[in-house]
């Protein structure tokens, strides 16, 4: 890890560049860190540690790194590679992504099953283990299959840093994913669209502005977290274009058409706000609980926000045709060509201005 020893001189450290002797409590070992890299030097508080911290600030400040690495290292466990990982998480993903917290969800299962298991003895015999536990726990097939996905991208990224062999992360590929239907993980349910007579009913015992998030979805067919982080900023021209969306990571581009009836929501919500002030400052978690607090008062069947999406983009289909609906839910394709994602555009206006 430390094969090209500069002198100090070259290196033109400060005198109090020394490295601070730290306690990782949750393995109970002492570490160092040094130029993006943790080592670990063994039990906390022995005369080892001490022997062995003296020796890297020695190395370092006659040759410019730490060289020593101990002969009888304590291996890492998955407890460890866990919470080294989750503390970089953050720094591979945009601002407000909720895309850590849910990795984190699928890898705290590691250090509660197997808390003393060295990372690299993680197998796909373990893999499989793990996928039980999810099973056992009532947990989705596509959940089950999303949270697979996080524990490989967990030990591709130790073998990226050099915290584990490459070895472990390629034979954990080896484990396929479930299938659907065939498997006892809960199968999860195709959800359509809401009815047309549900979301009336909702709309008429809501408050306004939930009534305001309604029409726009219906109107729009945008997602939930799209109206929620709207602003004026982003609108020109009657086209709303996210800096923020579902598939911003892979590089497309969200554009939104809002007709007249929608701009009329949009002009009206917006008075007395700034440009880039979200028209509407509320969770999703909240939003849901208005609609879902209303159908258990109407005693009609619960729906959830999304539905709305589902049920603009049918009755775009049904009047527009299949292309029009693509382009109105911003639904794309590698293989469209640019002249044709262009003809879809048209469509997916025009389909917009002739909501109401």
């Known amino acids: 890890m430390y094969q090209n020893i500069v002198s100090f001189a070259d ?12 306690h990782h409590k949750p393995s109970d070992q002492a570490r160092v860190n040094w130029q993006g890299e943790t080592i670990y030097l063994g039990k906390w508080g022995s005369v080892e540690v001490v022997q062995a911290y003296d020796g890297i600030c020695a190395n370092i400040t006659r040759h410019g790194c730490p060289v020593w690495i101990p002969a009888n290292q304590p291996k890492l466990t998955t407890h460890a590679l866990c919470l080294e990982y989750s503390g970089n998480l953050p720094k591979n993903y945009p601002a407000g992504s909720g895309e850590p917290a849910m990795i984190d969800l699928a890898i705290r299962w590691l250090p509660q099953l197997f808390p003393d298991l060295p990372a690299e003895s993680f197998s796909p015999a373990k893999l499989l283990e793990l996928r039980q536990a999810w099973i056992d726990s009532g947990k989705s097939h596509s959940t089950i299959n999303k949270w697979h996905n996080y524990i490989l991208g967990l030990f591709r990224w130790a073998a990226m840093t050099d915290r584990l062999p490459a070895s472990v992360w390629h ?93 009329a929501i949009v002009a009206r919500v917006s008075a ?64 469209m060509s640019e002249h044709y994602a262009k003809v879809k555009g048209q469509l997916g206006k025009q389909a917009a201005e002739e909501r109401e």
């Open 11 to 22: 290196m033109g450290r400060h005198k109090n560049s020394l490295p601070s002797l730290l």
């Open 171 to 263: 034979s954990l590929l080896t484990v396929p994913k479930l299938k659907k239907g065939r498997s006892a993980a809960v199968q999860p349910k195709d959800v359509g669209p809401v009815s047309r007579a549900q979301v009336e009913a909702v709309k008429a015992v809501v408050d306004q502005r939930t009534r305001d998030m309604i029409d726009l979805q219906l109107l729009t067919g945008m997602r939930t977290g799209d109206v929620l982080q709207m602003t004026t900023g982003q609108v020109i021209d009657g086209v709303y274009t996210p800096v923020k969306h579902k598939t911003a990571w892979r590089g497309h581009k969200r554009q939104i058409y809002l007709g007249p009836a929608a701009l």
């Open 272 to 335: 007395g706000k700034g440009p880039d002030e979200p028209l509407f400052r509320w969770s999703a978690c909240l939003y849901g609980q208005k609609i879902a607090r209303a159908c258990k008062r109407l005693g009609v069947a619960h729906w959830h926000p999304h539905q709305l999406r589902h049920l603009a983009g049918s009755e775009v289909r049904d009047v527009h045709g299949l292309d029009a609906a693509q382009a109105f839910l911003g639904h794309s394709s590698a293989k």
